[in-house]
């Protein structure tokens, strides 16, 4: 096999962030030119050269779990990274939108029993969320010596999200029901925090179906080289 047919069968079957993949690939093809290189000036032909170095490297299914282990890693860490930054920043965007537009008296008279306790609830569940993505971006970062399976990490984080986002959505909308009363949120910083909101929800969307997929399991192809 050339090394160009051996990159290509490498970087299809590796899924992870692109950057990270190319930079993984790039420098196995870089590895693979040097060696190549090295053999060619030993007095092998370039084709030749090629497949000894390609021999010597690896085959597929034995190099590319390795190079997997480090996508999956790179995912969560960006996973957790957004959750961090992006859930802290949502609840803190909506509660300074509460003190510059507080409710009126007769809101808050209206306003029925369970209304505090569910938005407490909803501010507990978004900070547990941003918490246990800054936990996972140490755990996969500088705890990856302590973590066996850095796999799971991953995949906890994208399951998490699944299951956090409609409790969320749920809870909120809830919140606005049970809001019978009148308020003194203004139009526009009402649609430009929805809007936000409703951005990260998206970047969390995609995040979390990405590390779903990169902790999947070989497929059988890769597996048998």
């Not at 590319?64 to 965007?93: D, K, N, W």
């Not at 140490?138 to 906890?156: D, K």
């Not at 919140?175 to 139009?187: F, N, P």
Request: with cysteine.
């Amino acid at each position: 096999m050339l090394i160009d047919d051996y990159v290509a069968k490498l970087d299809g079957a590796l899924r992870g962030p692109r950057r990270p993949k190319r930079d993984l690939v790039v420098e196995a093809r870089d590895s693979l030119l040097d060696t190549a290189d090295a053999l060619e000036a030993d007095g092998l032909d370039r084709a030749e050269a090629e497949r000894v170095a390609v021999a010597e490297f690896g085959e597929v299914s034995e190099i590319a779990p390795g190079y997997q282990a480090e996508l999956t890693a790179a995912a969560g860490r960006r996973m957790g990274v957004l959750l961090f930054v992006s859930v802290p920043i949502t609840v803190a965007m909506w509660s300074v939108l509460w003190r510059m537009y507080p409710a009126t008296d007769a809101a808050l008279l209206d306003a029925p029993w369970w209304h505090v306790p569910v938005s407490r609830l909803l501010d507990l569940v978004q900070l547990g969320t941003g918490l246990y993505g800054g936990l996972a971006v140490f755990a996969l970062s500088r705890g990856a010596r302590w973590i066996r399976r850095p796999r799971l990490v991953t995949r906890s984080l994208g399951v998490m999200v699944w299951a956090a986002l409609p409790i969320t959505a749920g809870l909120a909308l809830l919140l606005s029901h049970g809001a019978t009363g009148s308020h003194t949120l203004d139009v526009l910083p009402t649609v430009l925090a929805n809007l936000v909101t409703s951005v990260t929800w998206g970047m969390q969307i995609y995040g979390a179906v990405r590390c779903v997929r990169v902790t999947r399991a070989m497929t059988p192809a890769v597996a048998t080289g």
